[in-house]
């Protein structure tokens, strides 16, 4: 046996394993957040498996390791700094998804920084492994859930079966089916591209057939899910109703995730090949003799790792929840204002500083019109305006509707705005025109709205923020849709100066 095989890996995994938990302590709440995402999404649950998925890949590279000298690399420093404050700016502005984003950054940036560039492209794979356990795309779930209804549809009709389609929403002959987030197949594919590159790493060499085995792992559940919607409706229908329901529908649907699986791989073995033979631990690249080992580089980046945790508790102090007054623009001439909410909805807004829900009738043929505002003021965690928590359905599905066509641009008196339909199971239909008021302007953009926030967080300039949203009732008659969106363009084009004019004298106000 030779010197070189007595080198035990564990001064780097420990060297490593003590880079980790530096970051996890200074950066604890992100941390935490993730977990907590991990443990009560069924999306984003295959996350709990990806640590220890990373350390099973790091331990199978220990003899490699075990070869190497530590050499932090300089590098790391001008990358741990702008990570650091990618984090800060996304704390600042409670963007959550890039302050997950930047904090796996920061973890994966600990391999080159405590153990050089050779050990970080010994565990290359490993590093960017962690970022399957990023809970993203959410983003994606309107685009899932139209191709699914489409899909659904035509297969249908393709097949026979009566059905009429009302953007996510169809009705067969027997029942009505609409499809839902958990239809999306968002779940099947964070878990299919989750296996996939574990899958395509064990089993290929060549960078090739890992891509074209990852691009199978993202198209075979999107299909598979298309496919699995529309054989849940076809045996409702089918059966009339006592098959692919309730608990069989979840069943079903694993089951089938299942069989997506075995799909994938049965498709990847077609071009498995055989990893080449590894030169023995002694052979393995070392780091050349009286190569300095900057160790001074190690508090530099703890230093610099540490410093945007301390930044955002100096520039970002804890507000103290409180609670602005809105008052209800007065009624213009031929419109009353009235007490009641008609339609039994509330869009499910939280974290505001202020609500507002006010109902209008017109005089001259008593149709109505609800306006609600949840208005925001100086934004923190918890208590901003464009968040994953805010939206006009909630999320556990407590309200009795549905939504049949959402966030798509349209014009509401001369001004640029999103239009979501809503259907309830009587037959109801709402279409509500919703925007947000900065102190800028009018807005409609997510985005935008966080750059604006981000802009006078770093200015010091008021956050007053508003998300509006006007709606009126309708039922699937000829003309219905068209009704409620008169009565609500005459709403706006009477009362929008005076609600401008409402949330300008709130802006600043405690």
Not at 199 to 210: D, H
Not at 225 to 241: K, P, Q, T
Request: net charge neutral; aromatic share 12%; with cysteine.
């Amino acid at each position: 046996m030779s010197v070189d095989d007595k080198r035990s890996p564990w001064p780097m995994l420990l060297a490593l394993g003590a880079g980790l938990a530096w970051i996890v302590a200074w950066y604890w709440p992100t941390a935490s957040q993730i977990a907590g995402i991990w443990l009560r999404s069924d999306t984003y649950a295959h996350g709990l498996a990806v640590l220890p998925v990373c350390a099973w890949l790091v331990w199978r590279k220990r003899a490699r390791l075990a070869m190497l000298t530590p050499l932090p690399a300089l590098w790391t420093v001008p990358a741990v700094a702008l990570a650091g404050g990618a984090w800060l700016l996304a704390r600042l502005v409670s963007v959550d998804g890039v302050a997950h984003f930047a904090l796996i950054a920061l973890l994966a940036l600990s391999v080159p920084a405590m153990l050089g560039t050779r050990a970080g492209r010994v565990l290359l794979f490993p590093t960017l492994f962690l970022f399957f356990g990023l809970p993203a795309g959410e983003f994606m779930l309107p685009v899932l859930m139209h191709y699914t209804a489409e899909f659904t549809v035509f297969a249908l009709r393709l097949t026979g079966v009566p059905v009429y389609q009302e953007g996510l929403f169809f009705i067969v002959p027997n029942g009505s089916w609409s499809v839902v987030e958990a239809c999306s197949g968002l779940r099947y594919l964070a878990a299919s591209l989750f296996v996939g590159a574990l899958y395509a790493y064990l089993n290929y060499v060549s960078l090739k057939r890992r891509l074209l085995f990852m691009l199978v792992a993202l198209v075979v559940p999107i299909v598979a899910n298309w496919l699995r919607a529309y054989l849940i409706v076809l045996l409702g229908y089918l059966s009339d109703n006592r098959l692919a329901a309730g608990v069989d529908h979840l069943i079903y649907g694993w089951l089938f995730f299942g069989v997506v699986i075995v799909l994938m791989f049965w498709i990847g073995g077609f071009w498995h090949e055989e990893a080449p033979a590894q030169p023995p631990p002694a052979a393995s690249v070392q780091a050349l003799p009286g190569t300095p080992h900057r160790l001074y580089l190690l508090p530099v980046l703890a230093v610099v790792s540490a410093s945007f945790p301390v930044l955002e508790r100096v520039i970002d102090p804890p507000v103290e929840p409180f609670v602005l007054s809105l008052q209800a623009p007065p009624a213009a001439p031929g419109w009353q204002a009235v007490g009641g909410e008609p339609f039994g909805y509330l869009p499910d807004y939280s974290g505001h500083r202020g609500e507002l829900l006010q109902t209008y009738r017109r005089d001259r043929d008593g149709e109505q019109v609800v306006l609600y505002i949840a208005y925001y003021a100086r934004q923190r965690e918890d208590y901003e305006m464009v968040a994953w928590h805010n939206r006009l359905l909630a999320r556990d599905g407590g309200q009795a509707w549905l939504m049949i066509a959402g966030r798509r641009p349209a014009v509401l008196a001369a001004q640029r705005v999103l239009h979501t339909r809503l259907r309830r199971e009587d037959g109801l239909r709402l279409s509500v025109w919703h925007w947000y008021w900065t102190n800028r302007s009018r807005i409609t953009s997510d985005v935008l709205a966080k750059v604006y926030l981000g802009l006078d967080r770093l200015t010091g300039q008021p956050d007053d923020a508003a998300f509006v949203a006007v709606y009126a009732g309708y039922r699937d008659d000829v003309g219905g849709m068209a009704r409620a969106h008169e009565v609500a363009e005459a709403f706006v084009q009477a009362h929008g100066d005076a609600l401008d004019r409402l949330l300008g004298e709130v802006q600043g106000h405690e």
